[in-house]
């Protein structure tokens, strides 16, 4: 069962517009939302996260906007650059659960051109 | 500060070999984590730990094995490999406040 959905699964931006990523989750348990980003050859870093008691939150030129009615997160990347280029992960988890433990969306391949 | 350290970065098996993929991390984490990541699939959990001598079963555990005998170590085991363990492979490790994962950089496994 696919407990959290992402989309789109690739997306090409040019440099300087507005690249979105999108969640659905199914989990109404869930209460934490990170973003990972992932370049290649290299581990998810986190990049954002969200609790489900704001509906946004802004961190330089990332920012998740968070639907707890919808059950969905996206991930806004104002002013987007080349070397944003890397694959993004959106999670969830439900921190009082044994392990805490993270369900990963798909991935979305983020290209922008210069 | 390493952070979390996986070996080896690479490695090509022979179906039916074993092999263990070693994670170790400085941080002084409780929780530690083995995913497996395979193209258009995301990041799927194999097993995960809460300390040292706590281990549990992930969403894909066929075909592994992990121990936590120190806070520092947690390697994972494949026994009789097969062509469908083909696959990145990271482990993870966080505080256990529900903060994010902090991840190794990965082994890529190729089993032929």
């Known amino acids: 069962q696919q407990q959290v959905k992402q989309s789109p699964q690739s997306l090409i931006v040019q440099k300087g517009g507005i690249s979105i990523i999108n969640c659905a989750y199914e989990?109404?348990?869930?209460?934490?939302f990170p973003w990972y980003q992932q370049f290649p050859g290299k581990g998810p870093a986190l990049l954002i996260a969200?609790?489900?008691?704001?509906s946004e939150k802004k961190e330089g030129r990332f920012t998740i906007s968070f639907n707890k009615s919808a059950k969905q997160f996206s991930l806004h990347i104002m002013d987007s650059q080349p070397g944003d280029s890397a694959t993004y992960f959106c999670a969830a988890s439900n921190i009082g659960t044994s392990g805490s433990r993270l369900t990963f969306g798909e991935g979305t391949q983020l290209t922008v051109n210069p | 500060n390493a952070g979390v350290t996986q070996t080896p970065k690479f490695r090509i098996l022979k179906i039916g070999q074993s092999m263990t993929l070693q994670c170790a991390q400085d941080?002084?984490?409780?929780?530690m984590y083995w995913y497996r990541q395979d193209p258009g699939m995301g990041l799927k959990l194999i097993y995960y730990?809460?300390?040292?001598?706590?281990?549990d079963k992930g969403e894909v555990p066929n075909g592994y094995n992990v121990s936590r005998s120190t806070t520092e170590d947690f390697p994972l085991r494949l026994e009789l490999a097969a062509p469908s363990q083909t696959s990145v492979y990271f482990c993870a490790s966080r505080t256990g406040t529900g903060d994010g994962y902090t991840f190794g950089s990965g082994t890529r496994l190729t089993v032929v």
């Open positions: 730990s809460v300390g040292a001598g706590i281990t």
């Open positions: 989990n109404t348990a869930f209460d934490y």
């Open positions: 941080m002084n984490h409780n929780y």
């Open positions: 969200i609790r489900p008691d704001v």
